[in-house]
C-alpha cells in the first residue's frame, strides 16, 4: 500500500473521506505535530543544549535499567 497526503480545500472532502474508509478502500491516519510546533507549546523553553543533555541523560537511564 501507499500512503499520501492529502490537503482538503473543502469540509465535504472529509466526510467523502470518511465514507471510503466506512466501505474498507482507504484508512485515514492521524498526523503527529511537528517538533516544532510543541517546542513552542512548552511553557519553560530550553535550549537545543539542554534538551541534547536530557535527551542523553534519559538514555543513559533507559540503558542502565538494560
Same mark, same amino acid.
Given at each position: @500500500?501507499?500512503?499520501?497526503?492529502?490537503?482538503?480545500?473543502?469540509?465535504?472532502?472529509? #466526510?467523502?473521506?470518511?465514507?471510503? *474508509?466506512?466501505?474498507?478502500? +482507504? #484508512? =485515514? =491516519?492521524?498526523?503527529?505535530? /511537528?517538533?516544532?510546533?510543541?517546542?513552542?507549546?512548552? #511553557?519553560?523553553? @530550553?535550549?537545543? *543544549? /539542554?534538551? /541534547?543533555?536530557? =535527551?542523553?541523560? +534519559?538514555?543513559?537511564?533507559?540503558?542502565? /535499567?538494560?
Amino acid at each position: @500500500m501507499e500512503t499520501v497526503v492529502v490537503q482538503l480545500t473543502n469540509k465535504k472532502a472529509y #466526510k467523502l473521506l470518511e465514507d471510503l *474508509e466506512e466501505l474498507e478502500l +482507504i #484508512k =485515514l =491516519l492521524k498526523k503527529s505535530p /511537528d517538533v516544532s510546533t510543541l517546542k513552542g507549546a512548552i #511553557k519553560t523553553p @530550553m535550549s537545543n *543544549e /539542554d534538551i /541534547d543533555k536530557q =535527551l542523553n541523560q +534519559i538514555r543513559g537511564e533507559w540503558q542502565r /535499567d538494560f
